[in-house]
């Protein structure tokens, strides 16, 4: 079992920046590829970002990419969504998730909901126009 804990989420206007943690506690945190999902209200969880197992490949959605960055930190256990230039599309509730990665090649990273064994409990991000 693999536990994550959001962290990060909060108000802010248009155009603003904000940094999302997930602390993951419970087995070795570099056997999982992460990834960062969204949710707004009405609507299906959608995927934003992806990052492999060591941090050296990233993928993200469209409609943030060049303004999101995912990274992570072995050492910490931990991954970081850095939303920057943020848009009121972009308020929803953010999840972390982990997938594990054990006997898959080291570059693998996964963008569906359904590859993902773990989720956290989500943190609102809320965009102010």
């Known amino acids: 079992q693999v536990q994550l804990v959001e962290s990060g989420g909060g108000l802010v206007q248009a155009g603003g920046s904000l940094r999302l943690s997930c602390v993951a506690s419970g087995r070795t945190f570099s056997d999982y590829a992460m990834g960062w999902f969204r949710q707004a209200p009405g609507k299906e969880r959608e995927f934003v970002a992806a990052?492999?197992?060591?941090?050296?490949?990233?993928y993200y959605a469209g409609s943030v990419k060049g303004r999101f960055t995912i990274s992570r930190d072995n050492a910490k256990n931990a991954v970081y969504l850095q939303m920057n230039s943020l848009k009121p599309e972009d308020a929803a509730v953010y999840y972390c998730?982990?997938?594990?990665?054990?006997?898959?090649?080291?570059?693998?990273?996964?963008?569906?909901?359904?590859?993902?064994?773990?989720w956290g409990q989500g943190t609102q991000v809320t965009v102010s126009s």
């Open positions: 998730a982990a997938k594990g990665v054990i006997g898959y090649s080291g570059t693998y990273y996964a963008t569906p909901v359904t590859e993902y064994n773990y």
């Open positions: 990052i492999n197992r060591s941090g050296g490949i990233t």
